[in-house]
């Protein structure tokens, strides 16, 4: 018989003993072979052991350590009565704090403190029920107390509910620069990449700081309704935060102006507070947005560099760069659609379109998995699987007309998802520009189930973007 008696504070020696001989013992418990069996039965009371950890730390069982968690800047102290084993088991830190001593008082801040009973139950029962606005201080408590795996676990539970729509992306973002998380930074920055529209009509906005403006305006994966949108909403910051000038200034240099029609950047440079403050630091790209319009597109490149990202759409949903596409039942059958958009963002351009056709396959099978009959030596091969198929999207032009001389397209699909009655997006597939498909749509997608992440109501919101890239041309001498 094994006697477990009591550890006497600081002999860790002796605990780390117990817990080995208790590894072998199970182990040979497993390997015992019970009336000739050749394999042992498990019997399993995890479930049960669970419960009595849980009493345990309720009750204050034979605790020997207290914990005085005493909110920043309040007398509130809340009192936990707990083990120096469990808490040692997962963190080095605890280890240390307890080793000589049964009492300690933990200074943390208030949403740290109000959590703290749910991080002292992780550490007695390995689960905790998280909601949005604990992430962050049980995040910080994890980090801490040196728990890495529920540091991981709600770094896991932020990525997974940003993707959905549900959590606060700018603050979560800020949280992750100031802990050094780069996954949960980029999972932040591509949300509010994807989501910029939804973001900037939200009170998120104002809470957005120099540094993640910076980090967002240069991107070509924006999603908003134009170019004219994104000059609005960093207007309405540049008057909430109040920059100084120099911040301003390269702020209001990141906006596309040749992406905004003449009639529009007129308008602006009547109305805008913004620019009026600050038009001499742009009025070189408004020169230029101007003289973009004026001229074809291929005149333009003869004189002027058109490689630059002034000159590249970012994913705009406004008709004349896209369509949404709702499929109902995507899972049934193979769909298909037509739409329209405008051949070039030059106002030379604004009257000429493109038609596009859009052809979906729930279940396309790639060549090495289309249904065979037999081999060259007549061996029957098993037929594929439906199943064994996943979706595809091709979108090709209705013809190949002189139109398009000078431009390549790149086209974007992006695959949206509800969140408090709006509808946010989730996915983005870009397909090559000399590619009628995006090799991984959908490719992780299981349209059969009706609650699939990638579906809303049983119906896949899919909203398809075709952005004017112009070649590059030899210039004329001046």
Same mark, same amino acid.
């Given at each position: ?59 204050? +069982? ?37 080793? +000589? ?213 970012? +994913? ?11 499929? +109902? ?150």
């Amino acid at each position: 018989m094994l006697r477990l008696g009591y550890t006497k504070p600081g002999s860790w020696a002796s605990f780390w003993a117990i817990l080995t001989l208790v590894g072998l013992v199970a182990r040979a418990a497993q390997k015992t072979d019970v009336g000739g069996e050749s394999t042992g039965t498990s019997i399993n009371h995890s479930q049960t052991l669970l419960q009595r950890l849980q009493e345990l730390l309720r009750q204050g +069982n034979a605790s020997d350590v207290v914990l005085r968690v005493q909110a920043a800047g309040t007398d509130e102290v809340r009192v936990f009565h707990a083990h120096r084993l469990l808490l040692g088991l997962h963190s080095e830190l605890f280890r240390e704090l307890l080793s +000589n001593q049964s009492e300690v008082v933990l200074q943390e801040p208030r949403d740290g403190a109000a959590v703290f009973d749910k991080f002292i139950r992780y550490l007695y029962c390995g689960e905790v029920i998280v909601l949005l606005a604990q992430a962050i201080p049980l995040h910080r408590l994890a980090t801490k107390y040196g728990v890495s795996s529920l540091q991981r676990g709600v770094a896991d539970y932020m990525r997974a509910h940003l993707a959905g729509g549900a959590g606060p992306a700018v603050g979560w973002y800020h949280y992750a620069v100031s802990t050094g998380d780069e996954a949960l930074r980029q999972s932040c920055l591509q949300f509010l990449a994807w989501n910029l529209s939804a973001v900037a009509g939200s009170a998120e906005w104002g809470a957005v700081s120099p540094e993640l403006l910076a980090q967002l305006l240069p991107r070509s994966d924006l999603v908003l309704q134009d170019e004219l949108e994104l000059f609005h909403a960093l207007e309405a910051w540049l008057g909430r935060a109040r920059p100084p000038p120099a911040v301003a200034e390269r702020a209001l240099r990141s906006i596309r102006y040749p992406m905004i029609p003449p009639a529009q950047l007129f308008q602006l440079q009547a109305r805008s507070a913004a620019l009026a403050r600050h038009g001499p630091a742009v009025a070189d790209l408004l020169l230029q947005a101007y003289q973009f319009h004026a001229a074809s597109p291929l005149h333009y490149a003869k004189f002027f560099d058109v490689n630059g990202s002034s000159f590249l759409p970012r +994913n705009y949903l406004a008709p004349a760069w896209g369509a949404p596409w709702v499929i +109902n039942n995507p899972a049934r059958d193979d769909r298909s659609t037509s739409f329209q958009t405008q051949l070039g963002p030059s106002g030379h351009d604004s009257g000429r379109r493109v038609t596009w056709n859009v052809l979906f396959s729930p279940r396309w099978l790639p060549v090495s998995l289309r249904p065979v009959y037999a081999d060259a030596a007549g061996t029957a091969l098993p037929l594929a699987r439906p199943e064994d198929g996943r979706p595809r999207l091709v979108v090709t032009p209705a013809s190949s007309g002189g139109d398009a001389a000078g431009v390549s397209f790149q086209k974007t699909v992006l695959v949206g998802t509800r969140q408090h009655g709006r509808l946010l997006v989730r996915h983005a597939y870009s397909f090559h520009q000399s590619s009628e498909e995006a090799g991984d749509f959908l490719a992780h997608a299981d349209l059969q189930r009706r609650n699939s992440e990638y579906l809303v109501e049983n119906a896949l919101h899919l909203h398809l973007i075709v952005k004017p890239v112009y070649h590059p041309l030899i210039r004329t001498p001046k």
